[in-house]
T-cell receptor, first 110, second 111 residues
Framework: QKEVEQNSGPLSVPEGAIASLNCTYS??????FFWYRQYSGKSPELIMF????GDKEDGRFTAQLNKASQYVSLLIRDSQPSDSATYLC??????????FGTGTRLTVIP | EPEVTQTPSHQVTQMGQEVILRCVPI?????FYWYRQILGQKVEFLVS????????KSEIFDDQFSVERPDGSNFTLKIRSTKLEDSAMYFC?????????FGPGTRLTVT
């Protein structure tokens, strides 16, 4: 049974701080991982993806992947109130569809 | 920047009625998907479509569901006889081959 686990939160951080969002997955054969942001009532918006062990940076966002520990994380530097949303971790299955976690709700406090 | 579009944004229907949800994927994308999200729950895969045929479907995608690409731009999801539990947000997504881009969704309310 494929599982993608995320802490549902809410995770609260002050404006300007680093927000750290974590995700674990059960299928050791998983290769590609995606982070989406979802505002309330809106659709998932792709932030970034990662498929190699290590870090991948894009602006204020850094994705980290550790396949040995089956762990993916997303760091958001200099958090802004506009970053307040639910962050979805997703794993690309062998059939090329996305398997999502339940998401972590982030609140950035001004 | 090209976007996936979906219509209608909100559909209200009575139980047992047929509904068709429409999507226009990004024009040069080759793979298309439907996902749904029941209120307060996670996003769930329904079906993927490539080269004018279904490539994968989930357990949710039973005989009540069908997909079609009736022309070169539209991609539709039909639910033949809606049930109360079909109430959800339905998202269309497309990809050129890797990262998937989601449309704004159709909120389906079955009464």
């Amino acid at each position: 049974q494929k599982e993608v686990e995320q802490n549902s939160g809410p995770l609260s951080v002050p404006e300007g701080a680093i927000a750290s969002l974590n995700c674990t997955y059960s299928d050791r054969g998983s290769q590609s991982f995606f982070w989406y942001r979802q505002y309330s009532g809106k659709s998932p918006e792709l932030i970034m993806f990662i498929y190699s062990n290590g870090d991948k940076e894009d602006g204020r966002f850094t994705a980290q992947l550790n396949k040995a520990s089956q762990y993916v994380s997303l760091l958001i530097r200099d958090s802004q109130p506009s970053d307040s949303a639910t962050y979805l971790c997703a794993v690309l299955t062998g059939a090329n569809n996305l398997f999502f976690g339940t998401g972590t709700r982030l609140t950035v406090i001004p | 920047e090209p976007e996936v579009t979906q219509t209608p944004s909100h559909q209200v229907t009575q139980m047992g009625q047929e509904v068709i949800l429409r999507c226009v994927p990004i024009s040069n994308h080759l793979y298309f998907y439907w996902y749904r999200q029941i209120l307060g729950q996670k996003v769930e895969f329904l079906v993927s479509f490539y080269n004018n045929e279904i490539s994968e479907k989930s357990e949710i995608f039973d005989d009540q569901f069908s997909v079609e690409r009736p022309d070169g731009s539209n991609f539709t999801l039909k639910i033949r006889s809606t049930k109360l539990e079909d109430s959800a947000m339905y998202f269309c997504a497309s990809t050129p081959g890797y990262e998937q881009y989601f449309g704004p969704g159709t909120r389906l309310t079955v009464t």
